[in-house]
């Protein structure tokens, strides 16, 4: 009953091409570019007072090393939860050589009315640290780190959701990004599946280094950034082609 030439989806989702074909009962699945850009955060930068990035990343390099961890897990979907952070955010709290200010969790308006949650909180002694452990509604990133402290870590983890804006986000800021993202495992500080001693390891690195390197790793952020941008050359021909695909209804037949 889906009445459609072609479906397109996310190089993330590739996984599921199958799956999609057998849905639509349509042949003509297509891996897309994913894109990012940086258009809505420049907004919300000066909305938050802030000229453009470079301005906000001058603020939040005053400090010596990140002095926060933030988790922003939507806590919508298994996907996407901070129960897992919030494992790596203790685990360090146990084990760390440095010891980090406060880790803000945002998006709880619900979970923390769950019983489970509530369970895990106590077998983690989240309950035990409460001038640590905060938890916080749904706030927009740059709202939240300018009310909870600017020079954050931020602290993820996804299930099959590789690719998501907050990453973007974060590196545009400028901000160290702990995360389980096998795309990226090469860019920001990457822990596999759910290591959380692993996890761990990385926050005490960001602790170190992240300043000391901060020049190279932004570069090298930015230069990502560019690869994912809607107006990439790359990019642009793919959308191009697939569009004029579908006006000359050219279907594929692979």
Known sequence: FFDVDEIWTLPHFSRNVGYLKTLYNNKNVKVMPYVWDSKFIDILLKKNGFQDRNDFITEARRSAHP??????????????TSLLPLAIAVEH???????????????????VRSKYFIRLCNSLDVVKDPTYFAFHKRLEILNSLKL?????????????????NLYFDVFYLGLPLLHNSNILSSHGYFFPESDTIEAARQIDMIIENYNIDFDLIDNENMNLLDSYSPYNSKNMSAYEEAIYRLVNCTKDST
């Open 67 to 80: 002095k926060n961890l933030n988790i922003y897990e939507p806590n919508n979907t298994v996907s996407k």
């Open 148 to 164: 909870y402290g600017l020079n954050s870590i931020i602290a993820s983890h996804q299930l099959a959701h590789e690719l998501n």
């Open 93 to 111: 709290r146990r084990h760390g050589k440095e010891k980090l200010y406060k880790c803000n969790v945002f998006c709880t308006e619900k979970i």
